[in-house]
Every structure is written in structure tokens, then in C-alpha cells.
């Protein structure tokens, strides 16, 4: 943590010793992202400023988006970057919270390994059997068995949705024209009666712990939660890596060093030279100054975000996410300091 980061969690400490916690002035609501649900849940619970406290609703990150914009949600929490057009005509920014991977997950009794070009073709129907051949090609050594594959997916908008989406049209022409990406998509395996759509990373979860054969996609630590078998999946240079919070930061890192983190925080990284594929920040989204705030309900979400960029990031680890790289952390609390 740097200097200024320490300062900063310094000061926060002070203050919130002279926080009464018997007395709440008023709560104020936030919700969105379920991937993000229990860091966000542990934050919000354990968090007090002069009276006011936040409660966090897990509702998915599009319907987060939409209450914060309808004015029910003083702060909302997103896996999926809110596009440019959006955030201009409401007036909101994207601020990284921390780092996240999703990962999908099978209910087989084996390990597997899989790529995005042979998912993409499950999720459009065109491999429906456990031994197709393209399958067996990247299990040479596995003895698969020649029963049906069910897709579960998410029915609600999602911004898990949009990440895994945007990563699967990357390799796949047909998928980019048929279906896209975005926060909630079409399923052509829905319409082969292979489909399976809950609601939330639990409804995905739970529904690929119970059917046989199945795929989903989840935040991790939600397959960790249900002990899920998770699917080995190359990164940009070809190596399968297990997931673990050290091969989270190394592709933020590999990413950033190759590429570059852009100023606005617009990434996933999907393809990172190392570490774990399909890695994104978790993304707190609220309006530009929080201008639909006043007085101290304004500076309690600020020292809300303070604390979890500091202190807040310390749980992060134990919980199945990764901290936010130092610069990241320090240019966020720029934004927030011009407040």
C-alpha cells in the first residue's frame, strides 16, 4: 500500500473510533453485482459514519445500475464496465473496487479442459455431447462419455454475463453475429432444449451442482463456495492455469504492463500474457461527484469507498478476490479526492 493509501487508512481508523455504532441516523441502500456480493455485503455490514450506515442488495449488476439511476441506490456495484453512453447521459464514472475472475464451472467427474472456441459452440448448440471430438482433442487422456451437455446461464441482466460474453464472441464469428455481447443475450442452446437459465452467480451455481453434465459460469469465489469442479482454460500464451489470487494479479499485472490499463478503467482482461484468463475489476458505479447526494450521506459513501480501497481491501484475499494493484488504488483515490 503507498503512502498515500496508508495515510488515508490511518485517518480512517481514527475516525471510525469516534463512530457511535448505537446510533443510525439513516441507512442508505446499494446493490447490484451477486459475484461481488459477499465482499460487498462484509463492507457495507461492517461499515459506520456518523450514524449512517449501507445495506447491499445482491440483484445483478444491470438492475444495480438501473436503481442507482431511478435514484433507490446511492452506489451500485457492477462487474461490467457501464458503457461510455450511458455513463455521459446519466452522469456516472466507474470506480475499480477490486479484482475478480470468473470461471466456468461442470458438474463432471473428471477434470477438463476446455477453450473459448469449444464453449462458444456449446452455448450456440453446436456441441451437445460430452465426447465430441473437439472435446476429446484437448482431453486426449480423459474417457468422456457420451452424455448430453446442459448450459446453464444467467436469466437475469448480468454483468458477469456481459464479461464471459465479450470473451466468447473474441474466437467466435458466428457468436459475435448470432448472439454478441452483453448483460443479457439470446441462448441458441435454449432453443435445442439444452439450456438451462437461473437467476444470480447462486442460481448458476446451484443449478450446475445438481445436473449432471452441466456448465455454467460464476464469479469464483462462488465456485469455491460450492466446491464446483472449474474448467481449465488457456490464456494468452496458450498455458492452462489453475485459478488462485495470484494468478488473478499476475494478469491484471501482465496486462498492464503489456497493454496498459486505460485512464477511465475501460478493460476486461480476457487474454493476459500470464496468469488466469477472464480476470475484470469489480466496478463500484456512482454518479460523477455524487451528486445525488448532499451533506453527510455525500461524505459517508466517500469514506465508504476510502475504506474499501484501504483497510477494506485486506479481506479480499480470504474471500476469493484480488487486492487492486497500488496505482490502481491510488488513482482512484484521486477521482475521489476531487470530489
Excluded: C
Excluded at 503512502?3 to 481514527?14: M, N
Amino acid at each position: 500500500m503507498g503512502k498515500r493509501a496508508r495515510v488515508i487508512a490511518t485517518l480512517f481508523v481514527i475516525r471510525i473510533l469516534f463512530i457511535s455504532y448505537g446510533y443510525n441516523k439513516e441507512y442508505l441502500p446499494a446493490g447490484g453485482s451477486t459475484a461481488m456480493m459477499p465482499v460487498m455485503s462484509y463492507r457495507t455490514s461492517n461499515f459506520s459514519y456518523h450514524g449512517y450506515r449501507l445495506t447491499y442488495e445482491g440483484v445483478g449488476s444491470g438492475t444495480g445500475i438501473s436503481r442507482l439511476i431511478d435514484g433507490v441506490y446511492a452506489l451500485a456495484a457492477s462487474d461490467e464496465y457501464v458503457p461510455y453512453d450511458v455513463a455521459r447521459e446519466y452522469g456516472l464514472i466507474n470506480l475499480p473496487i477490486l479484482v475478480q475472475a470468473f470461471v466456468f464451472v461442470a458438474n463432471v467427474p473428471f477434470d477438463i479442459r476446455l477453450n473459448a472456441t469449444v464453449i462458444a459452440d456449446i452455448y450456440l448448440g453446436k456441441i451437445t455431447y460430452r465426447d465430441d471430438p473437439s472435446i476429446k482433442a484437448l482431453n486426449p487422456n480423459v474417457n468422456l462419455p457420451h452424455e448430453p451437455i446442459y448450459a446453464v446461464h444467467r436469466k437475469d441482466s448480468s454483468g458477469t454475463t456481459a464479461v464471459i460474453t465479450t470473451r466468447l464472441s473474441k474466437n467466435s464469428e458466428e457468436r459475435r453475429e448470432k448472439v454478441g455481447a452483453s448483460d443479457t443475450v439470446h441462448r441458441p442452446v435454449d432453443d435445442i432444449g439444452h439450456g438451462i437459465p437461473a437467476i444470480g452467480n447462486s442460481g448458476v451455481a446451484e443449478t450446475v451442482k445438481k445436473t449432471p453434465y452441466s456448465i455454467g459460469y460464476v464469479g469464483y469465489a462462488r465456485a469455491v463456495e460450492l466446491k464446483l469442479r472449474v474448467v481449465s482454460l488457456p490464456n494468452g500464451s496458450g498455458e492452462f492455469v489453475r485459478p488462485s489470487i495470484d494468478a488473478f494479479s499476475r494478469a491484471v499485472e501482465s496486462y498492464d504492463k503489456t497493454y496498459g490499463i486505460p485512464g477511465n478503467f475501460s478493460v476486461y482482461i480476457l487474454d493476459a500474457p500470464s496468469g488466469r484468463p477472464i480476470v475484470s475489476f469489480g466496478y463500484v458505479v456512482i454518479y460523477r461527484g455524487l451528486s445525488n447526494l448532499s451533506g453527510e450521506a455525500k461524505e459517508a459513501v466517500k469514506e465508504f469507498l476510502r475504506y474499501a480501497l484501504t483497510m477494506g481491501q485486506g479481506i479480499l484475499k480470504s474471500a476469493h478476490f484480488a487486492p487492486l494493484p497500488e496505482d490502481i488504488v491510488e488513482r482512484v483515490l484521486d477521482i475521489l479526492n476531487s470530489f
